[in-house]
Nanobody
Framework: QLVESGGGLVQAGGSLRLSCAAS????????MSWFRQTPGKEREFVALSRSDGTTTYADSVKGRFAISRDSVKNSLYLQMNDLKPEDTAVYYCAATYLGGTWYGTYDFWGQGTQVTVSS
């Protein structure tokens, strides 16, 4: 089970830190990612943390967002800085053993947390 927290309302230029707490299994050997989705649009990749410690970011968030994980706490984080109105979405954490940035390969999903950025 994956449970996200940390979403909320923030002004443009502000920061938020999302957390994803995993339970029921360890995800140490899994790739874990953040996705986001707005109404009527397909789920969009945001950031990936692989089990070997490497990361990948969507171009739209490079330099502003940072993904990290704590294997001891079995948790995933997303530090979001310099937020923009277009970052407004429901953010989901997800895990896959296969890896990649396509949402279709992810087996485990959280319920999502709303991030709203006002202009």
């Amino acid at each position: 089970q994956l449970v996200e927290s940390g979403g909320g309302l923030v002004q443009a230029g502000g920061s938020l830190r999302l957390s994803c707490a995993a339970s029921g299994r360890t995800f140490v050997t899994y790739s874990m990612s953040w996705f986001r989705q707005t109404p009527g649009k397909e789920r969009e990749f945001v950031a990936l943390s692989r089990s070997d410690g490497t990361t990948t970011y969507a171009d739209s968030v490079k330099g502003r967002f940072a993904i990290s994980r704590d294997s001891v706490k079995n948790s995933l984080y997303l530090q979001m800085n310099d937020l923009k109105p277009e970052d407004t979405a429901v953010y989901y954490c997800a895990a896959t053993y296969l890896g990649g940035t396509w949402y279709g390969t992810y087996d485990f999903w959280g319920q999502g947390t709303q991030v709203t950025v006002s202009s």
